[in-house]
T-cell receptor, first 114, second 115 residues
Framework: DGGITQSPKYLFRKEGQNVTLSCEQN?????MYWYRQDPGQGLRLIYY???????QKGDIAEGYSVSREKKESFPLTVTSAQKNPTAFYLCASSAGTVNTGELFFGEGSRLTVL | AQSVAQPEDQVNVAEGNPLTVKCTYS??????LFWYVQYPNRGLQFLLKYITGDNLVKGSYGFEAEFNKSQTSFHLKKPSALVSDSALYFCAVRDRIQGAQKLVFGQGTRLTINP
């Protein structure tokens, strides 16, 4: 089955630690995205990538970093510079600019800072 | 920039009654509009989209949405609600920046269907 796999589903972090969230897709999609979800705030875009080896900052990129070394992988690192990292993180992909913009989402990773 | 607004944080409907979840949009040009649903601790699932054509769009699980250009709205509807429809619903609009595209989401509306 084609889809997007995020891991881990739940993650606990101590303050001052960096953590990396994994996102892998086997849909052969060009574009990948990371969103952050907080209660009552909807989804906010952190980073996105239209092609391999290229990515752009979204609306709330501060304290986060990404890489796109392979088409199927788009890991997100939450650094110690992120002041309020506790949130639900969602990875998504799309076929890129050749399609209408529909996104396919993973099941999410919930990060809690202790 | 493109944006959508969901004016209701929460909607409560009795099982079997029709439901409406509201969404208004603000765009330059022709809008590409989407509805997604999210169940607790899960990712978002695509319900339907409006690109062009008929103003009434049919989607998954018996949902439909009506595109109204004069009112800049894209309300989600279902003729008869089920308890299993209880979830968080997001409206979204496509935004294009320098050749890239992304979805901009509303705040979400929590739909509760009462037995």
């Amino acid at each position: 089955d084609g889809g997007i796999t995020q891991s881990p589903k739940y993650l606990f972090r101590k303050e001052g630690q960096n953590v990396t969230l994994s996102c892998e897709q086997n849909l052969n999609h060009d574009a990948m995205y990371w969103y952050r979800q907080d209660p009552g705030q909807g989804l906010r875009l952190i980073y996105y990538s239209q092609i391999v080896n290229d990515f752009q900052k979204g609306d709330i990129a501060e304290g986060y970093s990404v890489s796109r070394e392979k088409k199927e992988s788009f890991p997100l690192t939450v650094t110690s510079a992120q002041k309020n990292p506790t949130a639900f993180y969602l990875c998504a992909s799309s076929a890129g600019t050749v399609n209408t913009g529909e996104l396919f989402f993973g099941e999410g990773s919930r990060l809690t800072v202790l | 920039a493109q944006s959508v607004a969901q004016p209701e944080d929460q909607v409560n409907v009795a099982e079997g009654n029709p439901l409406t979840v509201k969404c208004t949009y603000s765009v330059s040009g022709n809008p590409y509009l989407f509805w997604y649903v999210q169940y607790p601790n899960r990712g978002l699932q695509f319900l339907l989209k409006y690109i062009t054509g008929d103003n009434l769009v049919k989607g998954s699980y018996g949902f439909e949405a009506e595109f109204n250009k004069s009112q800049t709205s894209f309300h989600l509807k279902k003729p008869s609600a089920l308890v299993s429809d209880s979830a968080l619903y997001f409206c979204a609009v496509r935004d294009r920046i320098q050749g890239a595209q992304k979805l901009v989401f509303g705040q979400g509306t929590r739909l509760t269907i009462n037995p």
